[in-house]
């Protein structure tokens, strides 16, 4: 068995954090289905400002589209091309929805940034992506803000599958569960069957890390040399710490009554989704934030190199429950040298919705001169 098969075997889902055109067209992805027990893909205006700006392969739909009767703005044109992506994806993972019975073989596509603190407007784009999609095993992202949950649980209880992204804090994954759950609850009030709606929960990893380990290296900067090796025994182990009790929350709401009720009625457990887990600081061990967290019902989504670097030398065993009363001694720590995991998840979060604005400017503003260039107009 390759590594990536037994990591699929110890209950862990593997999903591509990557997209574009060309790995959908030249069989690159359905290599990876069959090789690399691929069963899933999560995509980001990021990824779609990349693979827009490389080379030509979206400039004949993005052409004919110009050249219509009524040109699109270059928003509608983003969503023009990254909804076909998704439809050409969500069709190559049907294999796999199909053999697990909606339990695998989702492709997500998100909602954009300026819905972020707004429920209404999140769950008005949400709806409009799913119908233009049109496939069941595609998945909205949404971000999880406080209003990002309210449209949780109204898009679960229309039957939207929903990948909640942007997740740092336990609080904010707690808040996720509970709209998740209510919104499964509110369809059986409705009379409306559960089995086929699926979610997870995209539980942020390798950035708690490189935020704690900054503020950890401006405390050692002005440590006593007793006190620097403690605080330099405490970087780059937050971040699995707080993943771990992410995923013991997860085992824990997932086996109270109020669920059972649901899993009665063939309701799906929300699934912890390890995202940010290629290693951003190159003294960690490139495969950490994948060894330190496999375990049933989760999924990781990875980008091609680490998949790769996985499949060559990780090391496959359960880990995600394992030692929790060290992962709670080390937050403890951490907050004990005084960093507050609170004030680095909130950032943290700011941050992501910072970034993910500017990449969807970005992106826009690439499609607008890109249209340009091949419309040649001045």
Same mark, same amino acid.
């Given at each position: 068995m390759t590594r990536l098969e037994k990591l699929h075997d110890e209950g862990q889902s593997i999903w591509l954090d990557n997209i574009d055109r060309k790995m959908l067209h030249n069989g690159d992805l359905e290599r990876r289905i069959s090789e690399d027990f691929l069963t899933g893909m999560t995509s980001n205006p990021t990824i779609f400002e990349k693979a827009l700006a490389d080379g030509t392969d979206y400039d004949e739909q993005l052409s004919g589209a110009q050249g219509a009767s009524t040109p699109l703005a270059p928003w509608q044109l983003f969503e023009l091309v990254e909804t076909t992506d998704v439809q050409r994806a969500c069709d190559l993972f049907a294999g796999v929805y199909s053999a697990t019975r909606g339990g695998d073989g989702y492709v997500s596509i998100e909602v954009s940034p300026g819905v972020a603190h707004d429920a209404n407007l999140t769950i008005a784009e949400a709806r409009r992506l799913w119908q233009t999609v049109d496939r069941p095993n595609v998945m909205v992202k949404v971000p999880?803000?406080?209003?990002?949950?309210?449209?949780?649980?109204?898009?679960?209880?229309?039957?939207?599958?929903?990948? =909640?992204?942007?997740?740092?804090?336990?609080?904010?994954?707690?808040?996720? *569960? %509970? @709209?998740?759950i209510s919104g499964l609850e509110d369809r059986v009030a409705a009379g409306n069957p559960i089995d086929h709606v699926f979610s997870v929960a995209s539980?942020?990893?390798?950035?708690?890390?490189?935020?704690?380990?900054?503020r950890l290296d401006d405390l050692i900067k002005a440590a006593n040399p007793v006190d620097r090796d403690r605080l330099k025994m405490l970087k780059g182990r937050t971040a699995i710490a707080n993943a771990k009790l992410a995923y013991r929350l997860f085992a824990r709401r997932f086996a109270e009554p109020r669920w059972k009720a649901l899993e009665e009625k063939a309701g799906r457990v929300q699934q912890p989704l390890w995202a940010s887990t290629g290693v951003k600081n190159p003294a960690y061990r490139d495969v950490m934030?994948?060894?330190?967290? =496999?375990?049933p019902h989760?999924?990781?989504?990875?980008?091609?190199?680490? *998949? %790769? @670097?996985?499949?060559?030398?990780?090391?496959?065993?359960r880990t995600v429950d394992k030692r929790l009363g060290s992962a709670e001694g080390l937050l403890r720590e951490v907050e004990a040298?005084?960093?507050?995991?609170?004030?680095?998840?909130?950032?943290?979060?700011?941050?992501?919705?910072?970034?993910?604005e500017k990449s969807f400017d970005t992106l826009i503003a690439g499609i607008e001169k890109k249209t340009t260039q091949l419309t040649g107009a001045k």
């Open positions: 999880g803000t406080d209003e990002g949950a309210k449209a949780v649980r109204q898009l679960i209880s229309d039957g939207i599958n929903v990948n =909640i992204t942007l997740l740092f804090s336990i609080d904010a994954h707690e808040k996720v *569960i %509970d @709209a998740y539980f942020f990893v390798s950035r708690v890390d490189t935020e704690t380990d900054k934030y994948v060894e330190e967290l =496999i375990g989760t999924v990781n989504t990875m980008p091609p190199a680490l *998949i %790769d @670097a996985f499949k060559d030398h990780g090391d496959v065993q040298v005084g960093i507050s995991i609170k004030d680095v998840t909130d950032k943290l979060l700011t941050d992501g919705l910072d970034s993910f």
